[in-house]
């Protein structure tokens, strides 16, 4: 009798320790794709500042046309005459 209750024990025991390593081995599966999502948010983050960063400069540049215009209009030139009088060059 006492050897039919350690073998359910036993049994009861491994049973136990499956199940361990399987909730073991599913904990790790949702740690690796909870990094994933992380270093996915983080580039999601480093796009936005990229997408800011070039509105602000796009902003930039159309202001300095606007002033390259206005000073064009005055002098009665093209905007490249005084790009080149300046001493610089329209890359856009």
Do not use: P, W
């Not at 039919?4 to 491994?14: F, G, H, P």
């Not at 399987?22 to 904990?27: D, E, G, L």
């Not at 930039?60 to 005084?82: E, F, P």
Request: hydrophobic fraction near 30%; glycine fraction near 2%; charge should be negative.
């Amino acid at each position: 009798m006492e050897d039919t209750v350690l073998t359910s024990k036993k049994a009861y025991l491994e049973e136990c320790r499956e199940k361990y390593l399987a909730r073991k081995a599913q904990f790790e599966e949702l740690r690796s794709n909870s990094n994933l999502y992380h270093d996915e948010c983080q580039h999601i983050d480093v796009q936005k500042s990229h997408i800011e960063q070039l509105k602000e400069y796009n902003e930039l540049r159309d202001i300095g046309l606007r002033l390259l215009q206005l000073v064009a209009d005055d002098k009665k030139c093209k905007i490249q005459d005084v790009v080149e009088e300046m001493g610089y060059e329209l890359k856009d």
